[in-house]
T-cell receptor, first 118, second 114 residues
């Protein structure tokens, strides 16, 4: 069965520091997708990025960057020059085929609470 | 604007009562999902539905029930059999059964048993 582990429960940094959120996953499938979501205090999950299992290129989007390494089953997320508005819970998630229902399932990690202090 | 609407935002229930959480989407998405969120435990899948009139149990379905009579609606009933129902409930939808489609989430319902 698939599993996603975010070992960092809480991280606290000072504004402008760089911070990396770790994500390790387990799956038996060769085709799968990885996601990161942000959950601000309002509660709604906001999609950040999607990466498929065949694309190991790192991605950068503004202050955000993602490092996908299949060899270590990791999909880490780095925020450069953090800001107070980055404070939120961040979830890593794994999507793979659900053969029972002929569909897909998204499995989430436990989440990392990031607090950026001014 | 297209999106997912969950109502109510806050819900209080007395022990022993059933309560139904509403989830409506106007995104024309085929698949819909219910997750439960507890502090420090991430999101856990309760039920999901890939098409109308069909749904499957997730990882923590005991004490919950759902229906999918319309594509747009996927209500969740928390029954009195659910031993610890106080939690934050999130509904989500996805365009397709395919694994490459991410989910769109509602803003959640916070249920408290009093």
């Amino acid at each position: 069965a698939q599993k996603v582990t975010q070992a960092q429960t809480e991280i606290s940094v000072v504004e402008k520091e760089d911070v990396t959120l770790d994500c390790v996953y387990e799956t038996r499938d060769t085709t799968y997708y990885l996601f990161w979501y942000k959950q601000p205090p309002s509660g709604e999950l906001v999609f950040l990025i999607r990466r498929n299992s065949f694309d190991e290129q790192n991605e950068i989007s503004g202050r955000y960057s993602w490092n996908f390494q299949k060899s270590t089953s990791s999909f880490n997320f780095t925020i450069t020059a953090s800001q107070v508005v980055d404070s939120a819970v961040y979830f890593c998630a794994l999507s793979e085929a659900d053969w029972f229902s002929s569909g897909s399932r998204l499995t989430f990690g436990e989440g990392t609470q990031l607090t950026v202090n001014p | 604007d297209g999106g997912i609407t969950q109502s109510p935002k806050y819900l209080f229930r007395k022990e022993g009562q059933n309560v139904t959480l509403s989830c409506e989407q106007n995104l024309n998405h085929d698949a819909m999902y219910w997750y439960r969120q507890d502090p420090g435990q991430g999101l856990r899948l309760i039920y999901y539905s890939q098409i109308v009139n069909d749904f499957q149990k997730g990882d923590i379905a005991e004490g919950y029930s759902v229906s999918r009579e319309k594509k747009e609606s996927f209500p969740l009933t928390v029954t009195s059999a659910q031993k610890n129902p106080t939690a934050f409930y999130l509904c989500a939808s996805s365009m397709s059964r395919q694994i490459d489609y991410g989910y769109t989430f509602g803003s959640g319902t916070r249920l408290t048993v009093v």
